[in-house]
């Protein structure tokens, strides 16, 4: 699956815990076979030594799915990425912490076009024990191993109940009585309302979304900075098709939406 994600980061942070186990692995291939990660419980994984840069702009959970958004250099190949935990639960303060390593396997591609990939896999196979689960002070940090700037950390929060990640033209996360204000996006080839785009104040987060659907009660013509109450699901995009085509939709971490129910509450 491709490209980016986040929105409500705030549902969906991420975790990876296991128990005393022999090392495991889960593989999830990107939604058109292209790049993959390959989840692993390893204290003897090494770090390739000749590894291509790349960054990590997101990482979370969506149900059961890690969710990994990056970009690097290289387009005529596939990718590969592990991402590793070396079975070890650190505690800091009151935190427990599960640190990821991330690395880049593919390191033949020369290609010099910014690629951009939002990639999931399911996190089972790490037979994490339930306990460590619902420990409310359970936080995931991913490290960049070509990068030891680029850490992201989450707090842990899993919908179990979600059995796969939610993808345009599929069934979305639902979310109801959220506020919104329309604003002015940089390029206008994507979505129903082209450049205007919608955003959400969710504390010290904000999140920003494009709107690709909406019911037919929906009837609302689009103006900027309206604000707005609204009624949505939201999807991780499956392509880099539109991500290409606008870099934005990454540098924001921009959800795919559609309305159900919206009203103007200027």
Request: proline residues 3%; charged residues 20%.
């Amino acid at each position: 699956m491709k490209r980016n994600f986040l929105m409500l980061f705030v549902l969906g942070l991420f975790v990876l815990l296991a128990c005393n186990k022999e090392d495991n692995d889960s593989t999830t291939t990107s939604a058109n076979e292209e790049s993959s990660i390959t989840l692993l419980k390893s204290a003897t994984e090494s770090v390739p030594a000749d590894q291509v840069a790349f960054t990590i702009k997101t990482a979370g959970f969506a149900g059961e799915y890690l969710y990994l958004s990056m970009s690097y250099l290289g387009k005529t190949k596939p990718h590969q990425f592990n991402v590793v935990w070396d079975g070890i639960l650190k505690t800091e303060n009151e935190k427990t912490v599960i640190e990821l390593s991330v690395s880049h396997l593919t390191n033949d591609d020369l290609s010099t076009i910014l690629a951009y990939d939002s990639l999931a896999t399911h996190f089972s196979s790490l037979n994490i024990n339930e306990t460590v689960l619902q420990n409310p002070e359970l936080w995931i940090r991913v490290n960049n191993t070509t990068d030891a700037s680029n850490t992201l950390s989450f707090k842990y929060q899993s919908n179990s109940t979600i059995g796969s990640p939610p993808t345009d033209g599929g069934s979305g996360y639902p979310l109801t009585g959220v506020e919104m204000k329309v604003f002015k996006a940089e390029c206008s080839n994507v979505g129903i309302w082209g450049d205007l785009w919608l955003s959400s104040n969710n504390g010290d987060v904000i999140n920003y979304y494009v709107v690709n659907d909406k019911d037919a009660s929906v009837n609302y013509t689009v103006k900027e900075n309206d604000r707005l109450l609204i009624d949505f699901e939201y999807f991780y995009p499956k392509d880099t098709v539109k991500i290409d085509a606008c870099r934005q939709l990454y540098d924001l971490n921009a959800r795919s939406v559609k309305i159900t129910k919206l009203k103007v509450i200027n």
